[in-house]
């Protein structure tokens, strides 16, 4: 059996700002937080996806908005790759890493469902992972046409029905997720 990981996507604090408010994010931190050490205990791997957003960009590396937030309980052995698109698996070492650790399952979780979250899910999915998408371990902004609610509830109902290789992603809360050896 192979092991799993849990990928936790653009939980920066560029992201979570006064000018752009994430639904439940306080909570989030805590669910992930929760999840990352279930996962640590049964031999899996976290993985922290960085955004490297442009000059000028909040996210540029070399500015404050870079960097993680602080409530995550981030520990030495996690696993940190940096990305410049929507997809963690562009152009970036997260396959050669899935590979090398020998894991088959993907806990797909963060920062922003609509975007980053959503184009991860899908890229793993059509990888052929199995992929388990935490009906409360994601989150996103108010959008000029959906609120941050109906985009979650949107892409957790998209999600659980995609046609992909492996079948669709498992969609249930944080809290209900098995972790297994």
Request: glycine share 6%; net charge negative; aromatic share 4%.
């Amino acid at each position: 059996m192979s092991a799993s990981a849990l990928i936790i996507i653009d939980m920066q604090v560029g992201s979570f700002t006064a000018a752009t408010p994430r639904r439940d994010a306080d909570a989030l931190v805590a669910r992930l937080n929760a999840l990352a050490a279930r996962l640590r205990q049964n031999s899996g791997i976290v993985i922290f996806i960085q955004h490297d957003g442009p000059d000028g960009d909040p996210h540029h590396p070399s500015l404050p908005g870079w960097h993680l937030l602080p409530a995550l309980r981030v520990l030495p052995g996690d696993k940190l790759i940096t990305k410049t698109a929507c997809d963690a698996f562009l152009d970036t070492d997260l396959e050669a890493l899935l590979t090398v650790h020998d894991i088959g399952e993907l806990i797909i979780t963060g920062c922003a469902t609509d975007y980053c979250v959503d184009t991860t899910v899908r890229s793993a999915l059509a990888r052929g992972y199995r992929t388990t998408a935490p009906s409360d371990g994601h989150t996103t902004a108010d959008r000029a046409h959906l609120n941050a609610a109906q985009i979650i509830a949107h892409h957790n109902a998209i999600w659980a029905d995609f046609i992909a290789p492996g079948g669709s992603a498992r969609v249930r809360p944080c809290a209900e997720i098995a972790v297994e050896r």
